[in-house]
């Protein structure tokens, strides 16, 4: 069976030796078991605070995209204007290429929708009578230029019937502002928990190293590659990176759960009722495949940094 | 097999542990290298395994020059040649046949096979029976056999031997060199370092004779066995 005419094929000689390598390299946490849960926890937390931020931001993004659809402009008519000069108004909104719809809100409506916030509610029940104001409700339509929803605004504001033009800019720009601060926290956490991970992965590995150093040696003088040798820890990294998404994804929905009143609360006083949303099964796939390939690559980086070949003198 | 054309090699400036040294090994030959502590018997070994580069000269094996063989290569060539060591060198976590059968492993074969050849080379060695004890639970003498059958169950065109019965008593050792005459008769070429001169006589071998780094005699089994 043995010798050169039955020496396999280098394909399959190849294929046999990461099989053997993924059961070495997924048993080497399993033989110490305390060091390597402490491990994964510490991976798990470097991988938690990056995608806890990012998930946070995937949350806000997409309130503030839903706002941005929402386009709210909020045009107050002047208290003696005729009917027919509001739908003249009217018409003339429509006929801008930015607006999607108008329609004008009267007075029961707008009673309506004070009584039914929370804060305001308090004040209308307290004044027993007040003027309200006709209002058109404007909805700009997705995806318009910024500028040309301010030039809008400018052209409704100078139109003589108009007292006054509502549109929440401001808040919008504070919003995305706050965002894409989320999103670069999110970046920068990133890159410094991946360098974090690289020396943890580096130290584990180099303990491993340590430890099997008379196997190593063993192993190239019997004719093992370095890529034979390595492949065993590369799969510890592997391994480890699994454990370490699956509990970092733990870690988000845990926390998601804990903060989720609160940050209901707060968007409440906002007047948004929103609440946290976590990963879908797709994400939670995804981050668990990035967090394979970030140990896996945190692993060759460390095992670069041993220099196997050096070890055999 | 091997060739050895004016082979030197030092550590440093003054310490010089093989000098100027050159012989040759026909294919199928079994020979001892021996020599005092120190004469350059292991440095000898340790260059044909490529644990070492020599500082001038060239060394062939198999008409392949390896004095200048890239690192890349390197496993390629080790995989040719069987390797025993005075410590065993047995891995304690894995039992007998496991440490046989990952020189199998290493050259890509399947497990069932590693395993089927690790025990027939088990057998030839004599301990059958310890398959499945781990090298710790065994005597020294019963782990060298381990050693050897890791050595050769892939059936390796080459064997070096670093004092193979160096910590064994005579009876011992003499059985553990009539493995090698058997694995000799199997067509591969031995090479052993020893300074064991109770068993190079016994085995009327040729023998080369080292002596602070340099080749002071090579004794063909013809000719009288080396008498110190």
Known sequence: ?313 | MISFKRVSKSYGKDNKALKDVSFDVEAGEMLFLTGHSGAGKTTILRLLMLMQYASYGQIRVNSMDISSLPSSRVPAYRKKIGMIFQDHRLLNNKTVLENIALSLQIRGYSDSVSFKNARAALSQVGIAEKANFYPLELSSGQQQRVGIARAFVSKPDLILADEPTGNLDPDLSLELMQIFENLNKQGITIVIASHDLFLIKRLQKRVLVLEKGELIDDFSPQKNIYTP
């Open chain 1, 1 to 313: 069976m043995i010798g050169s005419k039955h020496t396999p094929s280098p394909t399959l000689a190849y294929f046999r030796g990461h099989k053997r390598a993924v059961r070495e390299g997924f048993s080497f946490p399993w033989k110490k078991p305390i060091r390597s849960v402490l491990t994964i926890a510490t991976l798990a937390i470097c991988f938690f605070i990056p995608l806890f931020l990012w998930t946070v931001w995937l949350n806000y993004d997409e309130l503030k995209q839903s706002w941005q659809t929402q386009g709210s402009i909020a045009v107050f008519v002047k208290g003696q204007t005729d009917e027919s000069q509001i739908n003249q108004l009217i018409d003339d909104i429509k006929a801008n290429p930015v607006v999607e719809s108008a329609h004008l809100i009267n007075t029961d409506e707008v009673k309506q929708q004070l009584e039914t916030d929370k804060q305001l509610s308090k004040f209308t029940k307290l004044i027993k009578s007040y003027d309200l104001p006709q209002q058109i409700g404007v909805k700009t339509k997705i995806s318009q230029e910024k500028s040309d929803v301010e030039n809008l605004v400018k052209m409704l504001e100078q139109r003589p019937q108009v007292e006054y033009v509502s549109y929440d800019q401001q808040w919008l720009n504070q919003l995305q502002g706050l965002t894409s601060t989320l999103l670069r926290m999110s970046h920068v956490s990133a890159l410094l928990f991946l360098v974090i991970i690289i020396v943890i992965l580096g130290n584990t590995i180099g303990n491993e190293i340590a430890e099997h150093k008379q196997e190593i040696r063993l192993l190239e003088l019997i004719g093992a590659s370095n890529a034979q040798v390595r492949r065993g820890f590369l799969y510890m990294g592997v391994f480890l990176g699994i454990f370490a998404g699956i509990l970092a994804v733990i870690f988000l929905f845990v926390s998601f759960w804990w903060l989720d009143d609160l940050m209901s609360s707060l968007m409440n006083n906002f007047g948004v009722d929103v609440s946290l949303k976590g990963l879908n099964l797709i994400q939670v796939f995804a981050v668990i495949g990035v967090s394979i390939l970030v140990t896996w690559f945190a692993a060759r980086v460390a095992l670069t940094g041993q220099r196997l070949n050096e070890i055999i003198d």
